[in-house]
């Protein structure tokens, strides 16, 4: 089986600093992964890398056994941002946040079609945001904006998923409505690369763990990644 992500040898340096050293890990298709690390541990550095954003100093990534460029390209990798890295005050929609999921689709012109259409109101819908799909994106809760960023990559129609914190700073109703999409989305083939502190979620969402600290310290199912001496590890404390 070809893997859903697969990382070798990645090396991403910025500048003197060196950011993630010599990573390796494959992610496989249809399954739920928990990235886990502290912060500046190299998540949203190694997010960028398999997005292709940044240029590695050595190593390699493939989706789906093709270039991340590729990837981008066919539509089939979706990230969804952290809330801080997002400007609320651009005066854009709920409905056209969703849209931009579907750019890819459109060809050069940019000129939504009923397929366009009918992909967004079906994503808005999975996660409970039709009744909100006019307002400002900036005047939403931060569980909302979230499933409004989810909602973005199910229009999009991606095989991959790429989600930076998805259940920080949001409430216990978005929380839940993001974990049952997410499962959603798993049995109907979708993969799933999220990072998370939400540790106590972990186990019953995710089939497998990587602990990243610049480099992979492990990786594999949950009841081994969350012993006390591997989060030791990863989380820079004393067991």
């Known amino acids: 089986m070809t893997a859903a992500i697969s990382v070798e040898n990645l090396t991403v340096r910025y500048g003197e600093v060196t950011a993630l050293s010599d990573v390796s890990f494959k992610v496989t298709p249809a399954t739920i992964t928990g990235l886990l690390g502290m912060n500046g541990s190299g998540k949203s550095t190694l997010y960028a890398s398999v997005m292709g954003l940044v240029k590695p100093a050595a190593g390699r990534v493939r989706i789906f056994g093709t270039s991340n460029g590729a990837a981008r390209g066919s539509n089939a990798v979706a990230y969804v941002p952290q809330s801080e890295s997002v400007d609320w005050n651009f005066p854009v929609s709920v409905r056209d946040v969703v849209l931009m999921g579907r750019y890819g689709r459109m060809g050069f012109s940019r000129r939504p079609r009923r397929a366009d259409h009918d992909a967004v109101d ?27 960023f989810v909602a973005r990559g199910i229009a999009q129609d991606a095989r991959l998923l790429l989600l930076d ?3 920080a700073g949001v409430d216990t109703g978005s929380e ?12 109907e083939g979708r993969t799933i690369l999220l990072s998370t502190h939400d540790l106590g979620g972990v186990p019953e969402l995710c089939d497998d763990v990587i602990l990243l600290h610049r480099h992979v310290l492990f ?21």
């Open 176 to 187: 839940a409505t993001i974990t049952v999409l997410l499962r959603e989305l798993r049995a």
């Open 122 to 148: 079906a994503a808005l819908e999975r996660v409970g945001l039709t009744d909100l799909a006019s307002r400002s994106i900036g005047a939403l809760s931060g569980g909302q904006r979230k499933r409004a």
């Open 219 to 239: 990786q594999g199912p949950p009841h081994e990644a969350l012993t006390p001496d591997r989060l030791a590890l990863a989380f820079g404390v004393r067991s």
């Open 165 to 167: 914190e998805p259940f």
